[in-house]
């Protein structure tokens, strides 16, 4: 139960940091909107990192540990996250999100051939489900003059893809790092990749909305989602967890309309519907 809530508290990080990140991506890039979210986050875990000795920990790991940790870091907050940040800026939260809401799909699927998992009827179930959402909410963003780019559409699926990519990782790192060590080193990688990719393309420059939304408010969503959901996947395993985080549609699609005027209609309503239910069936396995 206790990996059950962990990744409650994740799904709620994560919807609503869709509406937090639209709100500081105006006016900023993506690379810049994520330089920001990445160096508060990293803020946070490292003085547990160092006053904890984490970093002894990290010292003593091997090539192939370190290799799959930078791979890890790169899939999910690099190339996944710079993908969604793409997605908001030219899609409302309340679509953007069921579709990256894709991943578990991926993961239950992948899971069966990397970690040869024994197949659960309700996992099945609970992703399809998800994928049907998908669906719905797809003929909703058809309609709708809110969406400026069906590449925003596109991009959050692929977004979705790597975050798969990546969660499957976290399965074999958890048996050879501390939860906090994963978490804080990942999002300190990317924070250093982007400060060199920012510094070069764009330049350092202040922009008070994104430090607002994107630096403060992103960072600390960042940092609890990020911690509850490795520790949910080290206590009940990706191939549980994830489809359980799927509920975070449900929250940003309410916040979206209430902080952002998004429009929810017929096909967004039954889209978060759907997605209820696939946690109500996950949560059954425990």
Known sequence: ????ALAVLAAFCWGSSGVVYKKGLKGVSEFY??????IVASLFFFPIL?????????????LFTASILVISAILSFFVGDLLYLYSLKRAPVSIVLPLSATYPIYVVLLSQVIYSVKFNLNLLIASLLTVLAVYTISKSAKGSGEVKSLRGIY???????FWALAILTIDYLTTKLSVITIAGVRIAFNAAILILIVSSLEGFKIDSNAVKYLGIAGGLLTFVGIYSFIEAVHLAGSWKVTPITASSPVIGALLGKISLKEKIDLNTAVSIILVVFSVVIVSITY
């Open 50 to 62: 160092v006053f904890r000795d984490y970093i002894s920990e990290l010292l003593k790991i091997d």
């Open 33 to 38: 909107g994520n330089m920001l979210r990445s």
């Open 155 to 161: 991009f959050a699926l692929i977004a979705a893809f």
């Open 1 to 4: 139960m206790e990996g059950l």
